[in-house]
């Protein structure tokens, strides 16, 4: 694909990775930020397979020394034909999603080096990531985030204000087994200070774009050993000036 993203801030550029060697780059920083602090026992090479060189990459990189700091991997239907099912299909079913009308995006494996997380990786990975909506007419982003746990007692809360008010009503959206089976709380006794307290910022942004959720959770019991929430996110909704905030450098 040729490169029409390359928008710089300092010694950091965001593009699209061109080059096998960019792609390694990425997957190395996704396993180094996220993969082995989740699941240390884990072999690098169990984590990764080629449909790492179908998926397109948004990456930032440090032209001081050419290191990958910050990622995204990005999945449209085009792709479909070279991997038969999207990375999120296999933990929740997406047949209805699949069936809407309008490009859809899946946004996986983000992760940025811990010592560059000051602002300004994510801001330039959402000026790719919304310049790459544009340029495919992107309608519907869609993924999975992980929460750290496998036990859903830790994450009732967040589970619970989820599921009370914010599960989309356009698709149906269900977790795959195994499946996350516990009692939700009703919302008068769900404590949203506390969920929204222990939600990734990335989420946080997620919601603040409108984002919804499929009902339910997912064990993802071999992989990050995590509890996984499936986002939506009709981005032709998007605030406008929403997205002049989290890009503003």
């Known amino acids: ?18 080059t096998r060697e960019e792609i390694e780059k990425a997957r190395k920083l996704r396993f180094d930020e996220l993969i082995s602090k989740s699941n240390p026992d884990i072999p690098y090479a169990d984590c990764f397979d080629d ?9 930032v990189t440090d032209t001081d020394d050419g290191s990958v700091v910050g990622t995204y991997r990005l999945g449209r239907r085009e792709q479909l034909n070279k991997i038969k ?5 296999g933990k929740f079913n997406c047949d209805s999603l699949l069936a809407a009308e309008g490009e859809l995006l899946e946004l996986s494996r983000m ?26 007419d992107v309608k519907y982003l869609f993924g999975i985030i992980s929460l750290p746990t496998t036990d859903p007692k830790d ?18 959206l269900f ?3 195994p499946a996350v089976e516990i009692e939700l709380l009703p919302p008068d006794k769900t404590d949203v200070f506390k969920a929204k307290k222990e939600m990734h910022p990335i989420l946080k942004a997620y919601l603040s774009m409108g984002c919804k959720f499929a009902r339910g959770a997912h064990y993802d019991l071999g ?18 000036k929403y997205i002049e905030l989290v890009t503003r450098m």
Request: proline letters at 2%; one cysteine or more; aromatic letters at 14%.
């Open 223 to 240: 992989f990050l050993k995590s509890i996984d929430v499936m986002i939506v996110i009709d981005i032709k909704k998007v605030n406008p």
């Open 175 to 177: 977790p795959r087994e």
């Open 85 to 89: 099912s999207f990375y999120t299909n």
């Open 111 to 136: 992760a940025i080096k811990e010592s560059y997380r000051d602002g300004s990786v994510i801001k330039l990975l959402w000026k790719g990531l919304f310049a790459y909506c544009a340029r495919f």
């Open 155 to 172: 994450a009732i809360n967040f589970l619970s204000y989820i599921n009370n008010g914010l599960v989309t009503e356009e698709f149906d």
């Open 51 to 59: 449909s790492d060189f179908v998926y397109d990459h948004l990456i």
């Open 1 to 18: 694909m040729t490169n029409f993203i390359d928008i710089s801030h300092k010694n950091l550029v965001v593009k699209l990775a061109e």
